[in-house]
């Protein structure tokens, strides 16, 4: 398998890239790997992790795409940007997948014009795998489609599925429509309608709506929605468990000598909730709909990070999931 | 002042409801109330309250709706319901404010149709009172409205800044879109137009696009949305919240002795946190809009939170901001 991967892409980059990526090479034995990014400096971060092996290539840019530029105007005008070119890769079947932890809108744009949709699929979706109470979640869409037809929420539902079931491991899984009620009627225009369409599809475990209030039990384990809500979904979840945390923090340091020797006996505990959060354990999220594998890393992925979307990579293929994506629509 | 009270809404009516009118009465001693429900029950509970003043008649009713009945419906059906005559005292001017924790459905259509709107409000929004990090924050709507149009939202935000300025005690509320970017170029379409319209209305302190992740630091007061994404995010926060501090109590419990003794000597942490957090302090949700003084108590309210409800009611009627919003209309 060939991966290509977007050096410059992501808050650490291009350091916690390439050092992931040396890392995932220790493990992943038949992976070859194409770095994009500035030849000199991509090379001098292979030399300090001290790699001396013939599995990473670097493949030489000369532009930046930064958070700051229109993602659509960016992607056309700046051809050599690292992102670009990781990009055409796969398009040119030079590599299997592509993996960036670049600006999420020129990831997203970037894969639709060069690398291109389905057929068959209108709208691909940003489809983040979280951490729940009773084990992980897909929220698919998560950003990119912030206005959806039903018929888009189906194909999400679909491509949720094949993944979950591929990568996860998960034979079954649960499919629900994220919605303000329990009760098929609740909702808006969109979910109401998307209620009727899901309900009325082969091969999917619909299990109805899912209010907001247990997502995060992970019992429901592919949730479709519109990307605005997905991304609400999604923001309020980081934020709300951030804040809760720094809450508890302050308290304990405002409260005395008592609660500070507690601390540190929970320690552990504490430790212990901070991994079962950690996104780092579970990559990137996979831009479904599009006809390549195209894996956007969290912005400020480190090098454990990287090697874990490396790994979840490596499992898209390995499955071939986007080939019973394709079968699914003929059917 | 007069108050009505649905004496059987909610889960712990009439109870918790009659209870908390007696406490109130020792604390607002101008306030009249009039609780409506089947004569016999209320008596007993009033009994058993050992109250024997003159503050709190008993209007009696013959019919209950429960949360199962199609909301409207009932509102329709059932005239002499708890809920229904307590709306009927408002309608009739013989009470200057309505208070129910039953059904959330039932409450809000029968506001509309037996209060009626506000003219020039086309869609009263539910809009709860949230604890958020550096202070309470409100969401306007909830749930009300699923769909909106731009216009509807611009109401909202003159309806919660009158609301945060009266009741809240603040002078200059700042006054937020919650979307998925910062920037005034980012969201689906609803929101788009939505800022470009907040941007150009006189007397708002707009503060720009709010992103969920950073709702729960409470540093913008007034949060306008669509009512399914206020939905989404109050469940997400209270969903979030209440799995984060189960799984801390679980991993505490798991860890073994250690970490017990810790937890121990963290209890006053946790209860402080508990304080912070609870909505009990903050009374019900007005829903603003109507003709009226109308607040939806939480479901689950105890004597506490319906006490709370009271006070919050009354702030509502003594800051004039029913005549505040009607004013802006003109303006």
Same mark, same amino acid.
């Given at each position: 398998?060939?991966?290509?991967?977007?050096?410059?892409?992501?808050?650490?980059?291009?350091?916690?890239?390439?050092?992931?990526?040396?890392?995932?090479?220790?493990?992943?034995?038949?992976?070859?790997?194409?770095?994009?990014?500035?030849?000199?400096?991509?090379?001098?971060?292979?030399?300090?992790?001290?790699?001396?092996?013939?599995?990473?290539?670097?493949?030489?840019?000369?532009?930046?795409?930064?958070?700051?530029?229109?993602?659509?105007?960016?992607?056309?005008?700046?051809?050599?940007?690292?992102?670009?070119?990781?990009?055409?890769?796969?398009?040119?079947?030079?590599?299997?997948?592509?993996?960036?932890?670049?600006?999420?809108?020129?990831?997203?744009?970037?894969?639709?014009?060069?690398?291109?949709?389905?057929?068959?699929?209108?709208?691909?979706?940003?489809?983040?795998?979280?951490?729940?109470?009773?084990?992980?979640?897909?929220?698919?869409?998560?950003?990119?489609?912030?206005?959806?037809?039903?018929?888009?929420?189906?194909?999400?539902?679909?491509?949720?599925?094949?993944?979950?079931?591929?990568?996860?491991?998960?034979?079954?899984?649960?499919?629900? /429509?994220?919605?303000?009620?329990?009760?098929?009627?609740?909702?808006?225009?969109?979910?109401?309608?998307?209620?009727?369409?899901?309900?009325?599809?082969?091969?999917?475990?619909?299990?109805?709506?899912?209010?907001?209030?247990?997502?995060?039990?992970?019992?429901?384990?592919?949730?479709?929605?519109?990307?605005?809500?997905?991304?609400?979904? /999604?923001?309020?979840?980081?934020?709300?468990?951030?804040?809760?945390?720094?809450?508890?923090?302050?308290?304990?340091?405002?409260?005395?000598?008592?609660?500070?020797?507690?601390?540190?006996?929970?320690?552990?505990?504490?430790?212990?909730?901070?991994?079962?959060?950690?996104?780092?354990?579970?990559?990137?999220?996979?831009? /479904?709909?599009?006809?390549?594998?195209?894996?956007?890393?969290?912005?400020?992925?480190?090098?454990?990070?990287?090697?874990?979307?490396?790994?979840?990579?490596?499992?898209?293929?390995?499955?071939?999931? /986007?080939?019973?994506?394709?079968?699914?629509?003929?059917?």
């Amino acid at each position: 398998m060939k991966i290509a991967i977007d050096g410059m892409g992501g808050d650490n980059a291009p350091k916690a890239v390439v050092e992931g990526v040396v890392k995932a090479t220790e493990e992943f034995k038949d992976v070859e790997f194409f770095i994009t990014g500035p030849e000199e400096l991509i090379k001098e971060e292979l030399q300090k992790c001290n790699y001396g092996g013939d599995k990473i290539k670097v493949v030489n840019t000369t532009e930046v795409i930064t958070n700051n530029e229109h993602p659509v105007m960016a992607i056309r005008k700046k051809k050599d940007s690292s992102i670009c070119k990781a990009l055409n890769l796969v398009k040119d079947k030079e590599c299997d997948a592509v993996i960036s932890a670049g600006s999420t809108g020129a990831f997203l744009a970037g894969c639709t014009f060069i690398v291109g949709r389905i057929k068959g699929i209108k709208r691909p979706a940003l489809a983040p795998i979280m951490p729940g109470k009773n084990g992980p979640f897909m929220l698919v869409d998560c950003g990119a489609n912030v206005d959806c037809k039903p018929e888009h929420l189906i194909n999400f539902a679909h491509m949720g599925k094949e993944y979950y079931k591929g990568v996860m491991g998960n034979n079954n899984p649960k499919v629900g /429509l994220i919605n303000i009620g329990a009760e098929a009627e609740k909702g808006n225009e969109l979910t109401k309608a998307t209620y009727e369409l899901l309900e009325q599809e082969n091969g999917l475990n619909f299990v109805g709506n899912v209010e907001p209030r247990y997502i995060s039990d992970g019992d429901t384990q592919v949730l479709v929605c519109d990307g605005f809500v997905g991304n609400t979904v /999604l923001k309020m979840y980081e934020g709300t468990a951030s804040n809760l945390l720094n809450i508890i923090k302050d308290e304990i340091l405002s409260t005395g000598i008592k609660s500070k020797i507690g601390a540190v006996l929970l320690k552990p505990v504490f430790a212990n909730i901070k991994k079962k959060f950690d996104y780092k354990e579970y990559g990137g999220a996979p831009f /479904l709909g599009v006809d390549g594998i195209c894996i956007k890393a969290h912005g400020s992925s480190n090098a454990k990070a990287f090697k874990s979307a490396i790994r979840q990579t490596k499992n898209f293929y390995d499955s071939k999931v /986007l080939d019973k994506i394709k079968e699914g629509l003929e059917n």
